[in-house]
């Protein structure tokens, strides 16, 4: 929504809004009038529109003052695909790594002098921010599959990464759920870049024009050496072969879990026309974003990293991950989200945690869901310990969860704070605490 709103007055339009609670999407918004708290006073009688997010409930306030106004109300899917209508749009697509991938096309596109725009579901370390605004019709974006407004958006061309389970109950059943990315599909004025190795995608181009499909990490186009992934000076190379051409990529986004991305994102400077040794080089000055495997620093021999995932395949791809390049013990703190997501999932995510040597589970983020009997953070925590042998632990007291680790911590290990929710203040906290143990002493 934010990212939304700073377009939209690059546009010319005149944006306020409102917002349930402060968040560092909300303090960023220094030039957009923002008021925290939801009051029917913060909808201005005159405006033209009231664009709202899938979690505005018609019972909300603000939602119930513009309908007495008669001001239309516009669902924020729909007013983005508005506002790209006229752009020409790259949409990235899939249940895993929207974000991380389509920063990542972002900052190659602007290394690569295509000043495009962007936005995107989090904060782009390169550009500080999850918009950028560019002087050309190039738009970078996400479609979101979780509330299904990605079939709103018509992209020139679309980037699809993986279709997972995550968001199936916004669907009703899963064929519902294909169905809705299978329209998307017919809808891309120009290609559609697939990843080949994932199956569900497969199976959805079957009955489309071969002239718009591209894929990726596939023999026939361009594939990674995964054997040949090296690391060195906090940084990792790996051998890429696009066509009978080989290259040797060098970023400091660390991990098997970053190769799928990558290669979209290549695949995509490609159709961009953007010279290879200018991707090259946006891979070395490429960031990453907030959240996302964010490296938060070593204090004592300690490394604390924090991570956006919380679904079970992003789980134990980003642990995966994490163990080809670190050597020591991997402790996992992990907040689970929504009461919906976490009676979903609960049985899945044993399997998830199997790269971690020591886990920790807080109680769930509820993300102001109506709560649903006997799902609770200790529920998760029993599903979990019956199928994990020790090391486990239930924190319910999400301020005793430093201390917690801070027991255990030694040096050589390495904490990821996982979660959706408010998790995310943990990491720097964590660090913080660290600091004042160990520097402080004589």
Not at 27 to 43: E, K, S, W
Not at 75 to 101: I, M
Not at 346 to 354: E, G, N, Q, R, Y
Request: glycine fraction near 6%.
């Amino acid at each position: 929504m934010s990212a939304l709103a700073v377009f939209a007055r690059a546009q010319g339009a005149v944006v306020t809004g409102s917002d349930a609670r402060t968040s560092p999407f909300t303090d960023r918004l220094t030039d957009i009038p923002v008021i925290i708290g939801h009051d029917p006073a913060n909808v201005p009688s005159g405006c033209d529109a009231v664009v709202v997010s899938s979690a505005i409930k018609s019972d909300n306030c603000e939602y119930m003052r513009a309908q007495q106004l008669d001001i239309p109300i516009i669902g924020r899917g729909r007013f983005l695909a508005n506002v790209l209508e006229p752009k020409q749009v790259v949409a990235v697509v899939g249940s895993h790594g929207k974000t991380s991938t389509a920063a990542l096309i972002s900052w190659i596109a602007t290394a690569g002098g295509c000043d495009c725009s962007a936005l995107v579901g989090g904060i782009m370390n390169n550009f500080d921010t999850n918009v950028v605004v560019g002087n050309s019709d190039l738009v970078i974006t996400e479609a979101d599959e979780s509330d299904g407004s990605m079939e709103m958006i018509t992209p020139d061309i679309l980037v699809m990464l993986n279709i997972d389970d995550d968001h199936i109950q916004n669907y009703g059943t899963k064929i519902n759920m294909m169905n809705a990315y299978a329209r998307l599909v017919r809808k891309v004025r120009s290609k559609i870049v697939i990843n080949a190795k994932d199956q569900e995608l497969l199976g959805l181009i079957v009955s489309i024009d071969t002239d718009k499909l591209v894929l990726f990490d596939h023999p026939d186009t361009i594939t990674a050496d995964i054997s040949s992934v090296r690391y060195a000076n906090e940084a990792m190379a790996i051998d890429v072969s696009i066509g009978s051409s080989a290259y040797t990529f060098k970023t400091a986004l660390r991990g098997n879990l970053f190769v799928t991305n990558m290669l979209a994102a290549i695949t995509c400077a490609r159709l961009l026309n953007i010279p290879m040794d200018a991707v090259k080089k946006a891979f070395q000055t490429y960031r990453g974003v907030k959240r996302r495997m964010e490296d938060w620093g070593i204090v004592n021999g300690i490394r604390v990293i924090e991570d956006y995932a919380h679904h079970p395949t992003e789980i134990a791809a980003m642990l995966k991950s994490l163990k080809q390049w670190h050597t020591g013990r991997v402790i996992c703190v992990f907040q689970p989200h929504r009461y919906t997501r976490s009676q979903q999932i609960a049985s899945s995510l044993a399997d998830a945690f199997i790269e971690a040597d020591e886990l920790f589970l807080a109680d769930i983020y509820t993300a102001d869901e109506i709560p649903i009997a006997g799902v609770t953070g200790r529920f998760v925590f029993e599903t979990v310990a019956e199928q994990r042998s020790g090391n486990i632990s239930y924190i319910s007291d999400f301020n005793e969860i430093i201390d917690s680790v801070l027991a255990i911590v030694k040096s050589g290990d390495l904490v990821v704070f996982m979660g959706a929710g408010t998790i995310g203040s943990c990491a720097p906290e964590f660090v913080k605490k660290l600091e004042k143990i160990f520097l402080t002493r004589v």
